[in-house]
């Protein structure tokens, strides 16, 4: 059945790649909204390609001039988070890709799961911060949230037709990133760029940081808790540093059920797109005769501490997530700009949720109150 699919964040990484995708099966995926922060130049290309009735840019300016480059065709341009939660609403549209990052995910996510659209879900702070309000939502209105991360998009796989087993555990796999083995010494001096070369995944720069603090697989545990409706302590993260597992599910009677592939993310945003059918893709198949072996390991929570934090704010709940969430946007933002060390990214997110007041069960206008809230203090006391 064709879908019509608007993609939030189309000039992203994931964006990018759901258009890759929309590419391989124009006759079951039809591109109707775009939207894009800044990059007009790729969104006007992306217009223009897949003819979009919708193009929605989040900086009013850079809107402007997407606006007179499209004025020969008839794509409406909009503007601002207005513009963002518009395009996701639209009539038209089926299924949202939620390829945005950041918190500024939230409200275009929370307005297109009112709207009833599904959700291709691939921000993870709206699931982080949010869960307790976006899951719940979700049901009520009888909205599908696939997820395109391909750790959870694996053990959604891996659930498939077995709606009344009970799982006992979920491995969730990480590589480990470019840092996996050196020692707290070693990290004291590495630097944003060899940060930045993630050993098996081609993805953007903050996920990137985050991938090599193990902040991002914490952010991952907290999703997962969410989506499968599982307790934290069922969640295991397990090391693979070939990437060709992307996680598993181990039911009541000890069977593991694992998700094996290339590591191409264009595989879990198609699977979100054309659930529950598999469709041949613009993944590259793996080749088991290159195989060297599947190495498996326990990760270093001592010296990459963005796993037990995150473990420790979604146990506390409430808004420890967001505090979690915001204060490592703030240190993975002043490490890339070489304004801190690798290790004191931790430092930042733990003196951020020492400080933190819980708040219970908050509501939207709460969690992005508490963001702005450690913005400014992180803004104050570690500077711009
Ligand atoms: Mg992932």
Redesign the pocket.
Known sequence: MRKNIAVLGSTGSIGTQTLDVARKHPELLTVTAIACGSSIELAEKQAREFGVKVAAVYDERACEELRVRLADTDVRVLSGMDGLIEMCSLPEVDIVVTAIGGMIGIRPTIAAISAGKDIALANKETCVTAGHLIIPMAKEKGVRILPV????SAIFQALQGRADSKIRRILLTASGGPFRGKHREELMHVTAKEALAHPT?AMGPK?TID?ATMV??GL?VIEAKWLFDVDVDQIEVVIQPQSLIHSAVEYEDGSILAQLGPSDMRIAIQYALTYPTHLPSPAVPLDFRMLKGIDLDVPDNETFRGLPLAIRSIKTGGSMPTAFNASNEWANAIFRRGGISFMQIYDIIEDVMDRHKVIPNPSVEEILAVQEEIDCYCAEKYGR
């Open positions: 991360d391909s750790e959870h995944w996920i991938s991002n697989k991952e």
